[in-house]
T-cell receptor, first 114, second 110 residues
Framework: DAGITQSPRHKVTETGTPVTLRCHQT?????MYWYRQDPGHGLRLIHY???????DKGEVSDGYSVSRSKTEDFLLTLESATSSQTSVYFC?????????????FGPGTRLTVT | RKEVEQDPGPFNVPEGATVAFNCTYS??????FFWYRQDCRKEPKLLMS???SGNEDGRFTAQLNRASQYISLLIRDSKLSDSATYLC???????????FGPGTSLSVIP
């Protein structure tokens, strides 16, 4: 299995509070991604990174920000959590070359915003 | 219309059966195709890439039909452990993001 961890694995927070989720990889892969998964929507890309300090928006980026100061860490921040951000969040990584779109996922973080 | 569509199922099949899933994509410029598997409350895992000539991995066979813009996954001799959701994934080029389909649920019944 790819060396990807996410923390925390579960979190319950209140509306309006800031939340930061962490993704850590030991594979030295260049690309990292944050997705959310909700019933009826499948996996939707929030933000992705193609290198240290290089990030871009995905299809559902409103309300989220990211940072990548080291190759191994990709942080997702909800500046002011809302109930619509209750979801399962997955981090993924991919490498270079022909296999660059083969993504490997972390175990996920279940976030509940009350 | 969604960029990648799948029949959500559920597909309920007996052990030993053969089952096939289709996935359609709307963008004719799509280049790379994959099948992922996701167990309940777990992360998606890459099952196999889909090549233009089709490819097989044990009991699993993937096919691509560019003219009709769909990919398929065939599972032969279904096992109980095959029960999962199968996600179709499409991307347009090397530097483009991947698009996940909503998934097809499979339950293999004893």
């Amino acid at each position: 299995d790819a060396g990807i961890t996410q923390s925390p694995r579960h979190k319950v927070t209140e509306t309006g509070t800031p939340v930061t989720l962490r993704c850590h990889q030991t594979e030295n892969h260049r690309y990292m991604y944050w997705y959310r998964q909700d019933p009826g929507h499948g996996l939707r890309l929030i933000h992705y990174s193609y290198g240290v300090k290089d990030t871009d928006k995905g299809e559902v980026s409103d309300g989220y920000s990211v940072s990548r100061s080291k190759t191994e860490d990709f942080l997702l921040t909800l500046e002011s959590a809302t109930s619509s951000q209750t979801s399962v969040y997955f981090c993924a990584i991919s490498g270079l070359g022909h296999s660059s779109h083969e993504q490997y996922f972390g175990p996920g973080t279940r976030l509940t915003v009350t | 219309r969604k960029e990648v569509e799948q029949d959500p199922g559920p597909f309920n099949v007996p052990e030993g059966a053969t089952v096939a899933f289709n996935c359609t994509y709307s963008n004719s410029a799509s280049q790379s195709f994959f099948w992922y598997r996701q167990d309940c409350r777990k992360e998606p895992k890459l099952l196999m890439s889909v090549y233009s000539s089709g490819n097989e991995d044990g009991r699993f066979t993937a096919q691509l039909n560019r003219a009709s813009q769909y990919i398929s996954l065939l599972i032969r001799d279904s096992k109980l452990s095959d029960s999962a959701t199968y996600l179709c994934v499409v991307t347009r080029n090397l530097y483009d993001k991947v698009i996940f389909g909503p998934g097809t649920s499979l339950s293999v019944i004893p």
